[in-house]
């Protein structure tokens, strides 16, 4: 697995095997950043469209409990579990709504952020980009992923 500094975009593969389920943080080498590695989500049952979290199921909690701390643990938890399905427009969509729901909720706002980034820059098939890696090479880490997303695969007949 690849991952990226979110400070000076050092880039390091590391073993699948040696991480823990829930993920981990490591310190940069060469700027001493903090890394967020997320954990292998094959190591645990992934969760179906029902399961994860609606905004119905989160604003009901909110309101009728005034659970600040506990919705924004709730809508972390959902933007991890997305991420990890690779499913990083839903990610997005619920750390918007953290957003508006905790404006205040730093810690989570930016990490949940860093998360999605580097679960999409692993995401990447560095195979598929190998054609343009000139081009790739320009961009930032989040440039990159973004990009990366945005192709779509094309399959051309060709007429003899």
């Known amino acids: 697995m690849k991952i990226q500094c ?16 829930k993920g981990g943080r490591l310190q940069c080498k060469k700027c001493q950043g903090k890394i967020h590695v997320p ?8 969760k179906t469209n029902q399961d994860m979290l609606s905004e119905e199921t989160i604003m009901e909690k909110y ?4 659970d600040e701390d506990g919705v924004v643990k709730a809508i972390y ?14 990610a997005e969509i619920l ?14 706002i930016v990490g ?3 998360i999605i980034e580097n679960y999409k820059f692993a995401a990447i098939d560095n195979e598929k980009i190998k054609p343009w890696a000139e081009l790739f090479d320009k961009f930032t ?6 990009f990366y997303f945005l192709l779509k695969d094309l399959n051309v007949r060709v007429e003899h």
């Not at 954990?39 to 992934?46: D, E, H, T, V």
């Not at 938890?77 to 839903?90: M, P, S, V």
């Not at 880490?141 to 973004?146: F, G, I, L, Q, R």
């Open 6 to 21: 979110p400070q000076c975009s050092a880039v390091y593969s590391i073993d699948e095997s040696k991480i823990p389920e």
């Open 39 to 46: 954990g292998i989500s094959s190591k645990k049952p992934l």
């Open 63 to 66: 309101i009728k409990g005034k």
């Open 77 to 90: 938890e959902g933007i991890l579990d997305y991420a990890e399905q690779k499913k990083f427009a839903q």
């Open 95 to 108: 750390r918007e709504k953290l957003i508006d729901i905790a404006p205040m909720a730093l810690t989570e």
């Open 112 to 114: 949940s952020g860093e």
């Open 141 to 146: 880490k989040s440039e990159t992923a973004d």
